[in-house]
């Protein structure tokens, strides 16, 4: 079945450092691929998308280029903030399918 | 703006018991669905719909009821808690099954003892 591989974390920063989060799926299909974004105590969020190969999602200075030959949409910043700090979900959906979840990267940024 | 209202926000419940777990939407989604968010597992998908009157069951249905009479709700029933349904539940919807993004609930945090 279709599915995804991020890593878990914890993935602790200092302010200001590069941000890179992998994400690799297998998905049925053509699929739009999606990142997700969950602060403390709240329900998900999108922070970007992107709908077709080469295309660049970004959002709050994020960044995430889906590349359909390595089947990867890996989530880059170049300077993260305390205020960065959540759950970050990596999620492809191909037209006709339910969403497939990563289980998530849990990101602290220390000041 | 409303957008996908879950209530309530937090349950404790005793092994045994039943209850209802309500979502409303008001962007006239015709998907809804239901996850489950556990440590280490992600969102499990537990029940879903794709329209009034129509639903089906995801990665995580047994144990759990869902109906869709209107659009705009789509209440989750736990039949009989268990301790393995501990956990952060979450409503979401979308404008059709499409691959377009998803609106979600604040979520449910539910503890059964």
């Known amino acids: 079945g279709d599915s995804v591989t991020q890593m878990e974390g914890p993935v602790t920063l200092s302010e200001e450092a590069f941000l890179t989060i992998n994400c690799t799926y297998t998905?049925?299909?053509?699929?739009?691929l999606f990142w997700y974004v969950q602060y403390p105590g709240e329900g998900l969020q999108l922070l970007l998308k992107?709908?077709?190969?080469?295309d660049k999602g970004s959002n709050k200075g994020f960044e995430a280029t889906y590349r359909k030959e390595t089947t990867s949409f890996h989530l880059e910043k170049g300077s993260v903030q305390v205020s960065d700090s959540a759950v970050y979900f990596c999620?492809?959906?191909?037209?006709?399918?339910?969403?497939?979840f990563g289980p998530g990267t849990r990101l602290s940024v220390l000041p | 703006n409303a957008g996908v209202t879950q209530t309530p926000k937090f349950q404790v419940l005793k092994t045994g018991q039943s209850m209802t777990l309500q979502c409303a939407q008001d962007?006239?989604?015709?998907?809804m669905s239901w996850y489950r968010q556990d440590p280490g597992m992600g969102l499990r998908l537990i029940h879903y719909?794709?329209?009034?009157?129509?639903?089906d069951q995801g990665e995580v249905p047994n144990g759990y009821n869902v109906s869709r009479s209107t659009t705009e709700d789509f209440p989750l029933r736990l039949l009989s808690a268990a301790p393995s349904q501990t956990s952060v539940y979450f409503c979401?919807?979308?404008?059709?099954?499409?691959?377009?993004?998803?609106?979600f609930g604040q979520g449910t945090r539910l503890t059964v003892v």
């Open positions: 719909s794709v329209g009034a009157g129509i639903t």
């Open positions: 992107a709908t077709k190969a080469d």
């Open positions: 962007m006239n989604h015709e998907y």
């Open positions: 979401a919807s979308s404008y059709g099954k499409g691959n377009t993004e998803a609106f």
């Open positions: 999620a492809p959906r191909a037209y006709g399918q339910n969403f497939v």
């Open positions: 998905a049925t299909g053509y699929p739009s």
